[in-house]
């Protein structure tokens, strides 16, 4: 039985540290920040050759959101939705994408460690991802 060549690549728990937000302490200090990603892609002629020159860099995945995480925005929404563009604009052909963007331990309204968290999908095929 063979596979649809369906695949999901993950990349959970990038850290970064950003200008993200609208106080002026998190644009001036900057926050601590985790990015997961999730794709889906078809896979099916890298997994035929065991090639993995037919399959997305992870690195280069990374890269593009290293990219997009220190260009200072407002809102974590807004980082989301330019990772998801620019991954999506690239020439990797992930037909469906998720990012989740969370900011920790803001050190807001007195509470000692929680996280704000903003999720982006895109969706070519309505796919399950």
Avoid: Q
């Amino acid at each position: 039985m063979k596979t649809d060549g369906t695949s999901t690549i993950e990349i959970n728990g990038m850290k970064f540290h950003s200008r993200i937000g609208i106080l002026p302490e998190e644009k001036e200090k900057g926050v601590d920040l985790t990015v997961d990603f999730k794709g889906k892609i078809n896979v099916a002629k890298a997994v035929a050759k065991d090639d993995i020159a037919l399959v997305p860099d992870v690195r280069e995945i990374c890269r593009m959101v290293e990219e997009e995480v220190m260009k200072p925005c407002n809102l974590l929404e807004t980082l989301a939705d330019r990772i998801v563009r620019s991954i999506r604009n690239s020439d990797l052909a992930f037909y469906a994408i998720k990012v989740k963007v969370s900011k920790l331990c803001p050190g807001l309204y007195g509470a000692e460690s929680w996280s704000a968290t903003a999720r982006m999908n895109w969706d070519n095929e309505n796919s399950d991802l």
